[in-house]
């Protein structure tokens, strides 16, 4: 085998490919990149048996073929090349890299010991790249961490026609995202739940392309797996098994209470507040007529009080909430104004955008927040 590809290209592909090596390989070709160059494109793959990764960039082909070499070795050198052509060549069981004055020669692994790269499932939509990373970072900061649960840690995906419903929660939060797609049959009706570490890593590189397809297998090959293609880049994950608890009943449509917030503002409060909230303790919140006032601490150590403007329609409410899964919220309505509606202040809180004071709240993402029971 026998190439020559641009520095930055390369480099940008072996980095995006090996993000998806595993740390413990469970075998050891599992560690490699595998490079394949034929028809005037160099492929790069990677493959733990759950997660694939898939790439292809345009490279001068002298001699077509396949081989398998470390992957993290080969993005460490990628990285240090200087910014000249890359030549790639192999002898026998040794690649040799060719850059400017620079030349590094690499053991190659067993390539036939490789496994074959899961099948991807046929198409069933695309989506604009931006409205799917951005959609998919909204709903993944309210997936679990906790791998003893790992129903929580994925992220639900639901296709109704042209509807995709994007959800995930942790039991302290829930996180629910609606945007239009265009699908292959207008009658599609699909359900998965995707590892969401893996979607919002695979969202944030595809938003390089105009569009991003998403592949969900039905019966037969590819079963189990979703896939998602775009910008030259494709990835594969199995589906977490088991279902998200049934989400929309939590979701309250009636209030006691709704305050509206500039959003900047009530940002920069919940972060200097929580400055003095010890971990895992709770902010408070007191919602007026015209005034919101946050505190947290105690007598017995550091506190801090602060107020902002806020308008409420129906009853004064005070309740708390964990600083960080407030802020996670606020940061992701991606609106000029927040709006929290209450039931009850022991209840769910459900946070929205306004694109403006007087305006509707924006019913595309809905965050629906848990609050924290004060002692006493």
């Not at 940008?12 to 469970?26: E, H, M, Q, T």
């Not at 036939?112 to 991807?120: F, G, I, K, V």
């Not at 927040?338 to 809905?366: C, H, I, M, W």
Request: charged letters at 25%; a negative charge.
């Amino acid at each position: 085998m026998k190439f020559r590809v641009e520095r930055d290209v390369l480099a940008d592909a072996v980095a995006w490919a090996a993000r998806s090596l595993p740390a413990r390989p469970p075998a050891p070709v599992l560690a490699g990149l595998l490079l394949k160059a034929e028809d005037s494109q160099l492929s790069l793959s990677a493959f733990d048996y759950e997660v694939s990764a898939r790439v292809s960039v345009d490279a001068e082909i002298e001699d077509e073929g396949t081989v398998l070499v470390s992957g993290r070795l080969l993005a460490d050198i990628c990285r240090a090349l200087p910014n000249r052509p890359v030549e790639f060549a192999t002898d026998g069981v040794r690649v040799s890299v060719a850059c400017g004055s620079s030349r590094f020669t690499l053991h190659t692994l067993p390539v036939e010991e490789y496994p074959a790269l899961p099948q991807m499932p046929t198409a069933s939509g695309t989506v604009p790249g931006e409205v799917f990373a951005a959609a998919v970072s909204q709903v993944a900061i309210a997936a679990g961490r906790d791998d003893t649960l790992p129903v929580l840690t994925g992220v639900r995906i639901e296709i109704e026609g042209d509807t995709v419903t994007l959800a995930a929660t942790d039991r302290y939060r829930f996180a629910v995202r609606e945007f239009l797609w265009k699908p292959e049959t207008a009658d599609i009706s699909a359900v998965a739940l995707v590892p969401a570490k893996t979607l919002l890593d695979t969202a944030k590189a595809l938003t390089g392309g105009e569009t991003v397809s998403l592949a969900l297998s039905g019966s037969g090959a590819g079963e189990g797996l979703i896939g998602f293609e775009g910008a030259g880049r494709r990835t594969t994950t199995r589906l977490l098994e088991g279902d998200l608890p049934k989400y929309r009943t939590l979701f309250p449509t009636e209030f006691a209470s709704v305050a509206v917030i500039e959003t900047g503002p009530f940002v920069e409060a919940v972060k200097r507040v929580a400055l003095v909230a010890e971990r895992n303790t709770p902010i408070r919140l007191s919602f007026t007529s015209g005034v919101l006032t946050l505190e947290a601490g105690s007598s017995d150590d550091a506190q801090a009080v602060e107020r902002v403007d806020a308008t409420l329609d129906g009853d004064d409410i005070s309740t708390a909430f964990n600083p960080t899964f407030l802020l996670d919220g606020l940061k992701e309505i991606d609106s000029p104004f927040a709006q929290l509606s209450f039931t009850t202040a022991t209840k769910p809180a459900l946070l929205n955008g306004r694109p403006a004071a007087d305006a509707e709240a924006v019913e595309a993402y809905k965050y629906l927040i848990m609050p924290v029971r004060l002692a006493g």
